[in-house]
Structures are given as structure tokens and as C-alpha cells.
Antibody, heavy 113, light 107 residues
Framework: EVQLVESGGGLVQPGGSLRLSCAAS????????MDWVRQAPGKRLEWVAN????????YYVDSVKGRFTISRDNAKNSLYLQMNSLRSEDTAVYYCTRALEFWGQGTLVTVSS | DIQMTQAPSSLSASVGDRVTITCRASQGITNDLGWYQQKPGKAPKRLIYGATSLHSGVPSRFRGSGSGTEFTLTISSLQPEDFATYFCLQWNYYPRTFGGGTKVEIK
């Protein structure tokens, strides 16, 4: 059974940093692209970034380019999202997904002073 | 960016009703479209991928159709557990983009 468990969310001040993690199990992690998707309160879902199975390629939505970095550790079956220079508009539930097919339960990030 | 226009934004229906939701892409995305169901406080679940293929374990009352720019999700006979919000998603282009959602409520 595919399982994705996010962690690392919380309250952070504007301009601060946070690192989200996603622990994956139930499949061969290195075989799959992984994505982060977020959902701000009352807003539609927004795709954030993805990364190829071997980590050699990654793509970002323009609003996070230069501030967020997606990475993975295939030895640990883990996906990460390093978020720097956080803004209030980054407040959202962040979901880890296996190629937009299977989704974790999400972790809440709140950017507020 | 590809704009995904989903309609209606909400609808009221009864158990047993046939429900149709549409998504229109601002440009052609071949069949790189999925449909998802989301219940309050829960993660989205994929129902359909490749515009027409049923995700494993999803009941056959869910059907996807369309290609290019026009897509439809049909629920042939609405069940109590189907009251939820439904989204479309395109993955033909970066950035991936979602429809605005359709909330299906009990009449």
C-alpha cells in the first residue's frame, strides 16, 4: 500500500524558512516522480514543484522559483521541500504526492507575524 | 499557464441522480487530464487519469471523457459517499494546473 506522510509544517514568520519532509513507503521510491501541491484556505489547489526519480530534473511554479527547493533522498525514501523567504501567501496545506497519483494527508504551513 | 475552467462551481443533487462536471483547458492538452475527489479535511483522491481511465479501486459509476480542450466527469448514479468536491488537473504543460472545483451537495 502506498503511504506518504508529510511533516515539518508549522507557524513561521514572514521571511523565515521551513523544511517539509515526506516519508514514502509501499513502492520503489526511486522509480517515481514526486510532486508537492498546496492548497491555501478557500483557494484552488496549486502545483508547487516536482522532481524526477533520480533527482536529475525538477520543475517549479513561478511563484516559488528561487525561494523553494525540492529534493529527495532515495536511500531514505524521503522527499523534501526547503522553503525560504516565506510570505503570507505561502500559507497553505502542503501535500506530497507520487506523480499526482497518490497523495499524503498534508501538513499545514502558516506564515504570519 | 494553462487555465482550467471547471463548471459548475457547485451543484445540488439527489442520491441516484446522474451528475456531469466539465473542464475546459485554455489550449489543447491531448488527454493529459485527471479527475480528483476531495472531502473536507482530507487529501484529494484520484478517480480518473488519462482523461478516461479509471484509477484502481474506483467504482465504475465514475466515467471520464473528452480530449484536447473539453473534458467531462460523469457520475452515473450518485451515492451518499460521493458528496464531495471534484477537481480536474492537467499535466500536459508546466506548471500543472487545477480546475477551480465543483462542490456536489445533497439536494
Amino acid at each position: 500500500e502506498v503511504q506518504l506522510v508529510e511533516s515539518g509544517g508549522g507557524l513561521v514568520q514572514p521571511g523565515g524558512s521551513l523544511r517539509l519532509s515526506c516519508a514514502a513507503s509501499g513502492f520503489t521510491f526511486s522509480d517515481h516522480w514526486m510532486d508537492w501541491v498546496r492548497q491555501a484556505p478557500g483557494k484552488r489547489l496549486e502545483w508547487v514543484a516536482n522532481i524526477k526519480g533520480d533527482g536529475s530534473e525538477g520543475y517549479y511554479v513561478d511563484s516559488v522559483k528561487g525561494r523553494f527547493t525540492i529534493s529527495r533522498d532515495n536511500a531514505k525514501n524521503s522527499l523534501y521541500l526547503q522553503m525560504n523567504s516565506l510570505r503570507s501567501e505561502d500559507t497553505a496545506v502542503y501535500y506530497c504526492t507520487r506523480a499526482l497519483e497518490f497523495w499524503g494527508q498534508g501538513t499545514l504551513v502558516t506564515v504570519s507575524s | 499557464d494553462i487555465q482550467m475552467t471547471q463548471a459548475p462551481s457547485s451543484l445540488s443533487a439527489s442520491v441516484g441522480d446522474r451528475v456531469t462536471i466539465t473542464c475546459r483547458a485554455s489550449q489543447g492538452i491531448t488527454n493529459d487530464l485527471g479527475w480528483y475527489q476531495q472531502k473536507p479535511g482530507k487529501a484529494p483522491k484520484r478517480l480518473i487519469y488519462g482523461a478516461t481511465s479509471l484509477h484502481s479501486g474506483v467504482p465504475s459509476r465514475f466515467r471520464g471523457s473528452g480530449s484536447g480542450t473539453e473534458f467531462t466527469l460523469t457520475i452515473s448514479s450518485l451515492q451518499p459517499e460521493d458528496f464531495a468536491t471534484y477537481f480536474c488537473l492537467q499535466w500536459n504543460y508546466y506548471p500543472r494546473t487545477f480546475g477551480g472545483g465543483t462542490k456536489v451537495e445533497i439536494k
